[in-house]
């Protein structure tokens, strides 16, 4: 059954560094999305990907993040200077068409120290 | 401002009983609910949708009912099984807004032996 996998599972960065997280999304898929969870906290929408443009951001998606689909099976989530409270899953979607679910990769757990 | 309302942190459940789980919405612009399911280190899965058209619908022992008055929708998991222990969320979204989702906070199951 095909999965959106991401890369990686866990990654711990000091803050003010860059840090790129990836994702591989269903392959005939072609709406995107990035989403996070702070710990004990609900998910929340961060971005989303369609005709390779930005659909619609959210408030936390500023200046310091983007987003790219550099090569067609690839999507990719930077953070251009990290800050503690970036700390968080990172969780990808993708869906089908614009009927369909969303399909949610396992997540990359980021720490910021 | 928080959109999509799961008021129970938590509930358990004897296994072969009924578990419902409520979610509450604010936005009446919402117009397709989700119900995830997630277990510790893993992306939320699907597993069950609700239109608004619709009040009802039902995929094995889950059944999502949606009441669009009172803004309010429910899964029932009938029986429950030890293995359906997990963090359920609820999700909305508007075809006008893009069809991101919001969640609600989840609530964790816990279906005892």
């Known amino acids: 059954e095909p999965e959106v996998t991401q890369t990686p599972s866990h990654q711990v960065t000091q803050m003010g560094q860059e840090v790129i997280l990836r994702c591989v999304p269903i392959?005939?898929?072609?709406?995107f999305y990035w989403y996070r969870q702070i710990l004990g906290q609900k998910v929340e929408f961060l971005v989303s990907?369609?005709?390779?443009?930005?659909?619609?951001k959210s408030e936390i998606f500023d200046d310091q993040f983007s987003v790219e689909r550099p090569d067609g099976s690839n999507f990719t989530l930077k953070i251009r200077s990290t800050k503690l409270e970036d700390s968080a899953m990172y969780f990808c979607a993708s869906k089908l068409d614009q009927y369909n679910e969303q399909f949610f990769g396992p997540g990359t757990r980021l720490t910021v120290l | 401002d928080q959109q999509v309302k799961q008021n129970s942190p938590s509930l358990s459940v004897q296994e072969g009983r009924i578990s419902i789980l409520n979610c509450d919405y604010t936005?009446?612009?919402?117009?397709?609910f989700l119900w995830y399911k997630k277990y510790p280190a893993e992306g939320p899965t699907f597993l069950i949708s609700i239109s608004s058209i619709k009040d009802k619908n039902e995929d094995g022992r889950f059944t999502v009912f949606l009441n669009k008055s009172a803004k309010h929708l429910s899964l029932h998991i009938v029986p429950s099984q030890p293995g359906d222990s997990a963090v359920y969320f609820c999700?909305?979204?508007?075809?006008?807004?893009?069809?991101?989702?919001?969640f609600g906070p989840g609530t964790r199951l816990s279906v005892l032996p």
């Open positions: 990907f369609y005709n390779n443009e930005i659909s619609e």
């Open positions: 999700a909305a979204s508007a075809k006008n807004y893009g069809q991101n989702f919001v």
């Open positions: 392959s005939n898929h072609l709406y």
């Open positions: 936005n009446s612009m919402f117009d397709y």
